[in-house]
């Protein structure tokens, strides 16, 4: 179901599952924001194969190890015409290449609405403007 105009976390977000020989790593699960440009640099470091410099994924392996509980404070997604910025707590997207309002601009509050439901755009225009603002840096466009 995923297409323009509808970038819901219900439709982007993946369960991410590393299977590991060593048996003290079975069964963990971590919730942390990791993005699918992680996966191979992830990999290569436990080849202790360093990462090409040009990779902008970031190494996962401190978040099982438990030294450390975040590795991005933020994900960016883009579908056609449609980005998406996610935090811990906000779910912003919109159009941005395109006259296409689609199903957007819509906000939700991940910690109040975790499904999604209630598009709160109206109600906290600063962190519209903040988020907003953190698309346009990230994909270098000006914001219809």
């Not at 323009?4 to 790593?25: A, M």
């Not at 699918?36 to 099982?64: C, F, K, R, Y």
């Not at 209630?118 to 903040?130: C, E, G, L, Q």
Request: hydrophobic share 35%.
């Amino acid at each position: 179901q995923k297409r323009p105009g509808f970038l819901n976390s219900c439709l982007t977000q993946l369960p991410l599952l590393i299977r590991h020989p060593d048996p003290r790593y079975a069964g963990k699960r971590i919730d942390a924001l990791v993005s699918a440009m992680d996966i191979a640099p992830t990999l290569l470091q436990l080849l202790h194969i360093p990462p090409p410099p040009a990779m902008e994924g970031l190494n996962l392996w401190p978040l099982v190890e438990e030294q450390t509980t975040s590795v991005r404070e933020e994900l960016f997604t883009a579908f056609f015409s449609f980005a998406a910025v996610r935090t811990r707590q906000w779910h912003y997207f919109q159009h941005y290449k395109e006259q296409d309002p689609g199903h957007g601009p819509c906000l939700y509050d991940l910690s109040a609405d975790g499904k999604e439901q209630w598009n709160v755009y109206t109600k906290h225009p600063s962190v519209v403007r903040d988020l907003r603002s953190r698309l346009q840096q990230r994909f270098r466009v000006p914001l219809p």
